[in-house]
């Protein structure tokens, strides 16, 4: 297990970050998308503990907070020392029937951080995200809120989830004004089966220096193996009951294609194979694997020892590459002699 400084902070994480959506269940999509109760959950934080992984990722929302209270239990019960683990939650979404229990606003972030802390039974969590992008809520008022519980110590870094660049981009510009504590993490869908990321966010990741988590890395269990053209998943199976997150499914068919090449070729699974290339993006800090049993939890885990070489990667590349779009081909072609002209100086330079 690899250890990578998350975003600008002085912090290391485990490439791997334990997902807990998983824990719970309840009604509608948590149920469809993991039901595991507080034995079989202690035992997959147990079993990720062991592997390395230092890094646990939960949410208010997962499971009607049921996500949290479990792993607050399991980390007790697990007597796992506070300074092994570094513990993030989120807020955003809705938590109760009243207009105000949901949203960025500064009435609902702080009683969200509460509400969090006593469920996971913790006096802070290490990272704290806003879930979502709210459009009722001044950028400028949810900066100040998370400063609030920054400066009170309730949290010790910020970071934001499912924002689009520029509204992360303008968060980071009031924070510096206001100098209030920033925005050191983004976590993001990404997949070889959905690169999207690519066209905006993670310039902008690379330009501010912040650290990036991704979620789904198998795009909901659609890279997992168990789908292609002639098979369509057991019944019951993530994609059959809760088919998100959309993604072209002939690209991701093509892809699918050539990772069964390499998984064959190395004795290893799919999943590996999709998982051990985000591992080898430099891009990304850690990768949130959820999982419903050990089994699955293993295999996820065997992925940080799947070396790609510079030709399956470049292949990996091609096959899921998005199409040209506006204005990234044409600062590709603007910038081309700009970039050689770079790329020599450098070489000079190391030279």
Same mark, same amino acid.
């Given at each position: ?25 309840? %009604?509608?999509?948590? &149920?469809?998308?993991?039901? =595991?109760? !507080?034995?079989?959950?202690? @035992?997959? +934080? /147990? ?92 950028? %400028?008022?949810?900066? &100040?809120?998370?400063?609030? =519980?920054? !400066?009170?110590?309730?949290? @010790?870094? +910020? /970071? ?192």
């Amino acid at each position: 297990m690899r250890y990578n400084q998350l975003g600008r902070t002085g912090v290391f994480v485990s490439e791997l970050c334990l997902g807990t959506m998983t824990f719970g269940g309840g %009604e509608g999509i948590w &149920r469809q998308i993991g039901d =595991l109760q !507080q034995e079989d959950a202690e @035992r997959l +934080v /147990g079993r990720a503990l062991d592997a390395g992984i230092n890094f646990i990722d939960t949410a208010d929302v997962y499971a009607g907070g049921l996500s949290e209270l479990i792993t607050g239990n399991a980390l007790k019960n697990l007597k796992v020392p506070r300074d092994k683990v570094v513990i993030a939650t989120k807020v955003f979404g809705q938590t109760g029937e009243f207009a105000n229990a949901r949203g960025a606003s500064r009435y609902h972030i702080l009683d969200g951080i509460k509400a969090s802390l006593k469920r996971l039974q913790l006096d802070h969590v290490d990272l704290y995200q806003i879930h979502g992008f709210d459009p009722a809520t001044p950028i %400028e008022e949810t900066v &100040r809120a998370l400063d609030t =519980l920054v !400066q009170h110590g309730h949290v @010790r870094y +910020v /970071g934001v989830s499912n924002w689009a660049a520029w509204q992360i981009a303008k968060a980071l510009g009031i924070a510096e004004r206001l100098g209030a504590a920033r925005f050191e993490t983004l976590q993001a869908y990404y997949s070889l089966a959905g690169r999207d990321l690519e066209r905006e966010l993670v310039p902008m990741l690379q330009s501010e220096g912040l650290g990036l988590m991704v979620w789904s890395p198998l795009a909901g269990g659609f890279l997992s193996g168990k789908y292609g053209r002639e098979q369509q998943g057991e019944a019951g199976s993530r994609r059959t009951t809760f088919d998100f997150p959309p993604i072209d499914r002939e690209r991701a068919y093509d892809c699918i294609d050539v990772m069964r090449e390499m998984a064959a070729a190395k004795t290893v699974s799919v999943a590996q194979i999709a998982l051990a290339w985000l591992l080898h993006q430099r891009v990304v800090s850690t990768v949130i694997v959820g999982a419903k049993k050990i089994e699955q939890l293993d295999d996820n885990i065997a992925a940080t020892n799947v070396a790609l070489s510079a030709d399956e990667l470049a292949k990996l590349a091609e096959v899921s590459a998005l199409p040209a779009e506006y204005p990234g081909w044409m600062l590709e072609r603007q910038g081309e002699q700009r970039r050689q002209q770079l790329a020599e100086v450098r070489h000079v330079v190391q030279r």
